[in-house]
């Protein structure tokens, strides 16, 4: 049947181009073969029936992965317009065998032998583009152009099909003569596959038969060789067994610039070509028009008929048949852009490559998660798409609750469907903002973690309580125990909390512990918020707080160097906030326990305010803190403060103290702004301060007051300028917005005001009246 030699028809093509795909289909229809081979896994013959189900919607993908290692997979995409799924499509509609004949995925997925390590190593293999050597042959500097010139813009009937197939495979022979079959052993293990089903198929239809393969492999199909030289290159191949599915896969994962070797560059563009009934150019003008005006650009009719135009009138000044790609982009951005490239780029980006997310039957083979996961999408509305898209929570409601489950059950499992992101609604725990992008990779990631278990919620709780098994520092199972609450995976807690109570008694770095305890207490906190029982979590952060307690002390004396005494100011910040939080969320009833904690806590941080040889950033930050507690009296805190910066205290030591007690962010400004008395006395010791220990301490004073907001920052400079004493007696000559004594008469205005909007009762709509 192949007119060049009597045998079977073999069709070279361009994986994923249209041009190829309209010819096969001319030339299936004009040869009426018996029976159709197409390059694939041989793996995949027990699925090609599902091309005929409806609900396969290219563009999808065979997925092959190793039974007992799913991470070791391949995909075989094919979108509407591959060469490859037309000539599917024809054999199943023809009622002819359709078989894949590439090398077995059980042996491309199997490990490789060992390498022998006093054998010398390959040298460097540069791949061979074919398409490339042609085009500049034909000089073109665009391989793109050149393949849309020659075949994608070309005309006539099936014996034009033909020929083109014809002269494509005489030039890849060409090519392989002149540049050799490209070094690849694989490719030669591959190749000797595809001879062998071809004769197996000879055997069967004689030479009534169609193979569409990719026009490098021509050639090397037509090559006359032994049937013995083939067998000894598939003779003793690794082997291992695998598992085949249909999956979905998307048009950005068809572009080349996603790391698809056989990609394009433009699948969005190819698909318009391949499925437009006539005038390509004016349909993909028309498109990108309704794109831009629903992107709230001016864009009228007369625009897209003033575009096809130039687009037309730049193809016919550089010879080209019709006009490319490259045509209708620079038109579209002369004429609807204004010659700007921004809208352009979402052109390319939505249009030009695209979407698209393919659809497979439900009848297609899943492991039982995937079947479990695509329950659960539909009956929380969650359809998978490939466009990335924001999804705002609120987790008060029960379908959203729902959904948050579902994307963080996943997100412990490794399926990355779902991204937590900041809110643009607000902050709030009953809040969630989530990114959303389904890639075909994420089949496999569901392929693996059926390992687990055959529902979300079991697998999620199984992984939940093999990590914590596995965990060694108490940080990682407080980090595992806050994803589990916001799972909703109540039954992986127990196996949790007894690991962290374990790694916790046998965990004597208070550090380590540190760390621990704000992951703890933000989990108490959403566990009160999705209505989970947290009392197991509140003991076992109790007895973490506990024991911070009595070891704190002693670790912050121990004479740490600066890093490890910044390191450790940050620690009691964190403690300080989750006792906070473990004191205010009361989950056994018992509001004395949470006293009780936090007065010993109080206690630990007065210790760290008056104990020798505690570094000054801690000894500033317990201060600070004690302070803003109302626990530490002002007139303490100035004696305090004193002490730090006297005469006998380092210059590097005092400014630490500084940054503990106002840095850091901590609002450590607007307190010296409103006491004075604080700020003369950081006055006087920077005034005293001698010039070469200025030198030293100025980077860190320059960080501590450099983190004021600038209305701070000129206040402080206007109280410093007048200097101590400067006050004047009149209101008016003060800082604005600052009077030297408190007024009564407005202090009681302004409280009678806040007690009334404190005490008034909600009014019908829920706020006050």
Not at 312 to 328: D, K, N, Q, V, Y
Request: aromatic share 4%.
């Amino acid at each position: 049947m192949s007119p060049a030699s009597g045998g079977p028809l073999l069709l070279g093509v361009r994986h994923h181009g249209p041009g190829s795909a309209r010819a096969v289909r001319a030339a299936l229809d004009a040869a009426a073969p018996l029976a159709v081979l197409v390059e694939g896994p041989p793996e995949g013959d027990a699925l090609l029936a599902l091309a005929d189900d409806p609900a396969m919607r290219p563009p999808v993908a065979l997925l092959a992965h190793a039974a007992d290692d799913p991470n070791r997979a391949a995909f075989w995409p094919f979108a509407e317009f591959s060469p490859e799924w037309v000539a599917i499509r024809w054999a199943r509609g023809a009622g002819v065998p359709v078989r894949f004949i590439d090398l077995p995925a059980a042996h491309s997925l199997a490990p490789a032998p060992a390498v022998d390590p006093d054998a010398p190593p390959d040298g460097p293999r540069v791949r061979l583009d074919p398409l490339a050597v042609l085009a500049e042959t034909a000089g073109y500097e665009d391989p793109e152009r050149w393949w849309e010139d020659v075949v994608e813009h070309r005309g006539g009937g099936p014996g034009d099909a033909l020929a083109a197939f014809t002269a494509l495979g005489e030039a890849m022979e060409a090519l392989r003569e002149a540049y050799g079959d490209d070094g690849d052993p694989r490719e030669a293990v591959r190749e000797a596959h595809m001879r062998q089903r071809t004769r197996a198929a000879r055997r069967e239809f004689g030479d009534d038969f169609a193979v569409v393969c990719g026009a490098w492999h021509v050639p090397a199909l037509r090559a006359r060789t032994t049937v013995a030289a083939d067998r000894a290159l598939l003779t003793g191949l690794p082997k291992v067994k695998v598992e085949t599915t249909w999956v979905p896969w998307t048009h950005r994962r068809l572009a080349r610039a996603g790391g698809y070797g056989a990609g394009i560059t433009s699948p969005g563009w190819y698909a318009h070509l391949f499925s437009a009934p006539d005038r390509p150019v004016e349909r993909w003008l028309t498109r990108i028009a309704g794109l831009l005006r629903a992107e709230d650009r001016q864009v009228s009719p007369a625009h897209v008929i003033e575009a096809v135009r130039l687009a037309e009138s730049l193809a016919a000044l550089r010879g080209r048949p019709l006009p490319g790609l490259t045509e209708t982009l620079e038109a579209v951005r002369a004429v609807m852009c204004d010659g700007s490239d921004v809208p352009l780029a979402l052109i390319e980006d939505r249009l030009v490559v695209g979407d698209v997310l393919g659809e497979v039957p439900d009848t297609a083979p899943v492991v039982p998660l995937q079947r479990d996961l695509t329950r659960r999408q539909r009956s929380l509305r969650l359809r998978p798409e490939a466009r990335r898209r924001e999804l705002e929570l609120d987790l008060r409601g029960d379908t959203d609750a729902a959904r948050s489950r579902l994307l963080h059950r996943l997100d412990l499992l490794g399926i990355r469907w779902g991204v937590p992101t900041a809110s643009r609604a607000g902050t709030g725990t009953f809040r969630e903002t989530w990114r959303l992008s389904w890639e075909p990779e994420l089949s496999v990631r569901v392929a693996e973690a059926g390992v687990w278990g055959t529902t979300v919620e079991a697998a999620a709780t199984a992984r939940a309580e093999a990590d914590a098994a596995r965990a060694t520092e108490p940080v990682e199972i407080t980090a595992l125990a806050e994803r589990c609450l916001l799972a909703g995976l109540s039954g992986a807690l127990p196996a949790v909390l007894r690991a962290l109570a374990d790694r916790a008694a046998l965990d004597h770095d208070v550090v380590r512990l540190a760390k621990a305890l704000p992951a703890l207490a933000r989990s108490l906190r959403y566990g009160d918020v999705r209505g989970t029982d947290g009392a197991a979590l509140a003991d076992v952060a109790a007895g973490i707080a506990e024991r911070i307690c009595v070891a704190l002390p002693a670790a912050c004396a121990a004479g740490p160097d600066a890093d490890a005494a910044a390191e450790l100011r940050t620690h009691v910040d964190g403690v300080h906030a989750a006792i906070g939080l473990l004191t205010d969320t009361d989950t056994d009833g018992e509001a004395g326990n949470g006293d009780g904690l936090r007065e010993r806590w109080s206690a630990v941080l007065a210790t760290l305010a008056g104990r020798e040889g505690v570094p000054g950033v801690i000894r500033g930050r317990a201060v600070r803190l004690l302070l803003d507690e109302g626990r530490l009296p002002a007139g303490e805190t100035a004696r305090l403060m004193g002490l730090a910066l006297s005469p006998a205290t380092a210059p590097a030591e005092a400014a630490g103290w500084i940054e503990g007690f106002a840095g850091g962010g901590s609002g450590g400004g607007t307190l010296l702004v409103h006491d004075e008395r604080l700020l003369a006395l950081i006055d006087t010791w920077l005034a005293s301060v001698p010039e070469r220990a200025f030198v030293d301490v100025l980077p860190l004073l320059r960080r501590t007051f450099g983190a004021y907001e600038p209305g701070v920052r000129r206040t402080l400079g206007e109280l410093v300028r007048r200097g101590p004493g400067g006050r004047p007696t009149g209101a008016a000559e003060g800082p604005e917005g600052f009077a030297p004594l408190l007024d009564p008469a407005r202090a009681d205005a302004a409280a009678e005001v806040a007690r009334l909007l404190l005490t008034a009762a909600p009014g019908p709509n829920g706020r006050a009246a």
